[in-house]
Nanobody, 128 residues
């Protein structure tokens, strides 16, 4: 059974950094793409970044380009989201997700309905 588990969230001051982890089981990272989403209170769940089975990366919203970096450790079966220069508007629950059918990242806006496997999420709060 495919599973993903997020960790690493917390409270950080504006301008600070956090590194989120997504540990996967039931498959290997060279089989499927992994996507990070986030959901702020009262808002929809939006795609943040994706890494495909070959290690190729996609950043979705312009608001995080240059600040967020996705990476992976194949030996640990873990995907990371390094978040720098955090802003209050980055406050959200962050989720990692797997379609379970595709090696590749969505080329346009990722639709949550296409993802069958989700973690429980990890809260990121950016506040002074």
């Amino acid at each position: 059974q495919l599973q993903v588990v997020e960790s690493g969230g917390g409270l950080v001051q504006p301008g600070g950094s956090l590194k989120l982890s997504c540990a996967v089981s039931g498959f290997t990272l060279d089989q499927y793409a992994i996507t990070w989403f986030r959901q702020a209170p009262g808002k929809e769940r939006d795609g943040v970044s994706c890494i495909n089975s070959a290690g190729g990366r996609v950043i979705y919203p312009d608001s995080v380009k240059g600040r967020f970096t996705i990476s992976r450790d194949v030996a640990k079966n873990t995907v990371y989201l390094q978040m720098n220069s955090l802003k209050p508007e980055d406050t959200a629950v962050y989720y990692c997700a797997v379609q379970g059918t595709s090696r590749w990242c969505a080329t346009g806006i990722p639709h949550t309905s296409h993802y069958a496997y989700w973690g429980q999420g990890t809260q990121v709060t950016v506040s002074s």
